[in-house]
T-cell receptor, first 114, second 109 residues
Framework: DSGVTQTPKHLITATGQRVTLRCSPR?????VYWYQQSLDQGLQFLIQ???????AKGNILERFSAQQFPDLHSELNLSSLELGDSALYFC?????????????FGPGTRLTVL | DAKTTQPNSMESNEEEPVHLPCNHS???????IHWYRQLPSQGPEYVIH???SNVNNRMASLAIAEDRKSSTLILHRATLRDAAVYYC??????????FGSGTQLTVLP
């Protein structure tokens, strides 16, 4: 158990809909990262927040957005969903904002878009 | 973004050492080398990272070539629980932390 929690575990929805994925980092970690893992794309970095502020942006679509709240939990919002958005979404956390240290990954949310 | 290449799959016998190679020929001077692994149906798990010198921790050792264009993850005694996909990545910023397809390690009893 990494100490990072993600909800829900599974999500099934239809094209065009909007969903929110939630992540609680390990106690004491200030950084939260979001990743997308699909069969054909591997593990893709989406976005990083550090202590409430956006720190780094990767291959995140404009239809996707995220935020980190004062209690440090984070939400990833996916809108106008398409079939290709079906994937595993992982959240990770770390103490600092640099990539030097260890990232702790949650168990993931499996999103299925029908 | 530095590119890494790894073999698609490797096999090892239980309780024998495993050497997992990674090429990162476009690595820059400030890029760290990270290794993560992903067990079936789980999120990725940190294994080890380094910059220039070889590194050891309780899980594994990381041997970094002198020119830093390649590295080797060493599992000293493979167990069945080490069967996973092993990802290598070199990066100097979070936005570069996108992993390739990794190496599927199979451990034979």
């Amino acid at each position: 158990d990494s100490g990072v929690t993600q909800t829900p575990k599974h999500l099934i929805t239809a094209t065009g809909q909007r969903v929110t994925l939630r992540c609680s980092p390990r106690s004491g970690d200030l950084s939260v990262y979001w990743y997308q893992q699909s069969l054909d794309q591997g593990l893709q970095f989406l976005i990083q927040y550090y202590n409430g502020e956006e720190r780094a942006k990767g291959n995140i679509l404009e239809r996707f957005s995220a935020q980190q709240f004062p209690d440090l939990h984070s939400e990833l919002n996916l809108s106008s969903l398409e079939l290709g958005d079906s994937a595993l979404y992982f959240c990770a956390s770390s103490v600092g904002w640099t990539v030097e240290g260890e990232q702790f990954f949650g168990p993931g949310t499996r999103l299925t878009v029908l | 973004d530095a590119k890494t290449t790894q073999p698609n799959s490797m096999e090892s016998n239980e309780e024998e050492p495993v050497h997992l190679p990674c090429n990162h020929s476009t690595i820059s001077g400030t890029d760290y080398i990270h290794w993560y692994r992903q067990l079936p149906s789980q999120g990725p798990e940190y294994v080890i990272h380094g910059l220039t010198s070889n590194v050891n921790n309780r899980m594994a050792s990381l041997a970094i070539a002198e020119d830093r264009k390649s590295s080797t993850l060493i599992l000293h005694r493979a167990t069945l629980r080490d069967a996973a996909v092993y990802y290598c990545k070199s990066s100097s910023s979070a936005r570069q932390l996108t992993f390739g397809s990794g190496t599927q390690l199979t451990v034979l009893p």
